[in-house]
């Protein structure tokens, strides 16, 4: 490991409500070769996977994988059944996400896979970058399992998914939005992030009554780890008035980057009622009459 490299504190000392959904790097090192694990890479970059992964680890192309290929939501419970036991996961196996881009997109798959829910789930805390930091091993070979034999529940749009109806009664009953978007979305001045092409919507703005909290605030950028608990009470309930037991919808443009901030509430923090708007500004900004809000 890298001498210079930024320290990282024990996960079961960073506070955190449900510690036992993040791993270590170390511990996935460890578990490489257990047969009862099952590592599974989700970028942005759908190509990067190939360039080299964690020895054992499979890919799921959020695209390809997990999208609807006509209609735009997830794919039904048998296709993603079919999904998962090609990838070799049994009703007793412990699948651990990780992903480029501080694992927004792994915290992405992991929402998808609670809707229907899949449980004994973790998430690597720090992803692709802090394993490649610490000069951990990356390969290119692709792994073979046999079929696995797990059975998924049908999809559970309710707990952990909101709709464009839910956002539009929580706008008139003034209950807490989060939009963890850039703060040049939010204010409008831009579509997309910084650095990516500016479309997705005609109008640019956010949900009326949404509190702006990037998600990128959950992470230490200098290990790309979750922040302790106590960093993250500061910046979401003192800061911004959340509170445990009330009922959050994140959203961002397409749900992605809010299914990270989704799993920094509920996962890290305890929320008992958060809800994800994969929806998010691609459609509310595309919505005839959706009241638009900038500051």
């Known amino acids: 490991m890298p001498e210079t490299l930024a320290p990282v504190d024990d996960i079961e000392a960073r506070g955190y409500a449900h510690p036992e959904v993040l791993v270590s790097t170390q511990w996935v090192a460890d578990h ?5 694990v099952r590592i599974v890479e989700s970028n942005e970059d759908v190509l990067l996977y190939e360039t080299g992964h964690i020895p054992g680890a499979v890919k799921i192309d959020w695209v ?3 999208n609807d290929p006509l209609v735009r939501d997830y794919i039904d419970r048998p296709r993603f059944q079919r999904l998962l036991r090609s990838k070799g996961i049994n009703e007793s196996t412990t699948i651990v996400f990780y992903g480029d881009k501080n694992n ?4 992405y798959a992991f929402w998808v896979f609670r809707l229907f829910g899949v449980k004994n789930l973790r998430l690597m805390d720090g992803g692709r970058l802090r394993w490649a930091d610490e000069g951990r091993e990356l390969v290119t070979a692709l792994p073979r399992y046999p079929e696995g034999n797990i059975t998924v529940k049908d999809r559970d ?3 952990s998914r909101a709709f464009r109806e839910q956002v539009l009664e929580h706008v008139k009953s003034g ?4 939009d963890v978007r850039s ?3 939010y204010r409008g001045d831009r579509m997309h992030m910084p650095e990516y092409p500016n479309e997705g919507a005609l109008r640019g703005g956010h949900v009326p009554g949404a509190r702006s909290i990037p998600w990128g605030r959950a992470i230490n950028p200098e290990t790309h780890t979750f922040r302790p608990a106590s960093e993250l009470r500061t910046i979401y309930q003192e800061e911004h008035g959340l509170t445990p037991g009330g009922d959050v919808i994140v959203y961002c443009r397409i749900g992605e980057r809010s299914s990270h901030t989704w799993f920094a509430l509920t996962y890290l923090l305890g929320f008992e009622r958060v809800r994800n708007y994969d929806g998010s500004w691609t459609e509310w900004g595309n919505l005839v009459k959706a009241q638009v809000e900038k500051p």
């Not at 490489?32 to 009862?36: A, E, G, I, M, S």
């Not at 927004?104 to 915290?107: E, S």
């Open 175 to 178: 209950k807490r939005l989060v």
């Open 183 to 185: 703060p040049e979305e």
């Open 64 to 66: 390809a994988d997990l």
């Open 32 to 36: 490489l070769t257990d047969p009862d």
């Open 104 to 107: 927004w997109w792994a915290t």
């Open 157 to 159: 749009d309710v707990r």
